[in-house]
């Protein structure tokens, strides 16, 4: 396999530069932190993979897997759906189908649930917690509909995957003897794709998750086993310079990917940038944005508008052995016969990564050596890994979310939820400000 490498060459535009630091209690930082953060050697992998081998014919029986869950528990999983089994969204397609849902839409539960046939389907409940309002609250919907479209054998069709003692999902686990798999302990949301939350639909999708977990320890677990080796992990250099950046006022990231198939990455890393850094006034903002695609959209403003963006520019090498430019066209577009739709693409690559460097906007290419899972796994692994250290380095806490904590108590308070009256109370405050209205 090729090498992915991270390209420095225009990372340090915009009149930044890259100043020395002593960092090395963060080497101690990641000593002491390693047994919790689990997500950067994955040791629970072996013990997952031998879980998963014994679920994959159960998984693999079924033609639609529901996927209920929220965040980081379906974000992860339809990033793997669109970049690896993509076929769901192309014509004439025969494979397994994977629903998820991720938001309280009536519309689409109601009906995905008329239109699933249940005995085609497995239900998969996806809560670290086992307590995220939305995902409760699709599967107080759900569960009743399996029971009374499959009496006798409902808890077949629905698997969980969730804390590994406690939450309410692990109760309904253990109450009725579901099938289940661990969120092991201390792996958060935004980094739990490569837990059974990512693992299970990737088996139903049969992808080559395996790969893709292979990856993802090849850029990790160096650093587990080895915490001195932290200033020099690519993860580290990354996350000195989005720290860096951050200090001199560039307050937006851009994930820019052009591997067409990989776009929906970018919500998945958007998710795990800003929920794990936005605190105390601290943290940049994310843009999810897709090559050649945003080219057309959000390009100009990246270019023209205020200096205060740097760039994650992910590519790898197009495929230029499919759709040849037929040689016989029109005068004008000569100079493309003969060439390939994968000419065009890099061609847009290279032009759009020259036009970033001439408006000095700051940028890291991330060269993906292909687009496999095994590449996926490297760059998922190498982006949560930054994620967290440049946490460390603006010192905020990157694996919590106080914030969204909060509207969720009230969420809880507005539905009633008993205790919850100092919620209700300050919700109120917010209520009770008559509407300014203005009609249009
Ligand atoms: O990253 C996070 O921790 C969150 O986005 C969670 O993934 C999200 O809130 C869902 O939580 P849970 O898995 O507990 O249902």
Known sequence: MNQSKLDWAHAWLGGVADKPSDDAKFIDQLKNELPVLPFLGLPFAEEMIAQLEEHESFLRGFKHMLLLGIGGSALGPRALQRAFAPGQDRP???????????NVDPDWLENHLEKLVPEETVVVVI?????TIETMTQYLIVLPWLQKMLPDTW?????????????????????????????PDNLGGRYSVLSAVGM???????????GLLKGAMSVGRPLAQNPEALLDHPAWKLARWAYQMSEAGKSQVIYFCYIPSWATFGPWFCQLWAESLGKDGKGTQPIPATGVTDQHSLLQ??????????CLFVSSPADKSILPIPAEVPAQWQYLSGQTFGDVLEAETIATRATLA??????????????????????MMLLEAATIFTGWLMGINPVDQPAVENGKKLARARLGMAGTEADAARLAAFTDIPSVNMEF
Do not use: Q
């Open 301 to 310: 403003m990246f270019l023209d508008g205020p200096k205060d963006k740097i």
């Open 127 to 131: 809560s670290k917690s086992g307590g």
């Open 200 to 210: 299970v639909p990737a088996v139903f999708m049969g992808m080559d998750w395996k």
């Open 155 to 183: 808890k077949d069709h629905l698997f969980m995957v969730t804390d590994t003692v406690k939450g309410p999902l692990r109760e309904e686990v253990n109450k009725y003897g579901i099938r289940s798999m661990p969120v």
């Open 92 to 102: 004439n397609y025969d494979g397994p189908c994977l629903w998820i849902a991720d």
């Open 358 to 379: 001439e408006k000095d906007v700051p940028t890291v290419h991330l060269d993906m050596a292909d687009s496999s899972a095994e590449s996926a796994g490297k760059m």
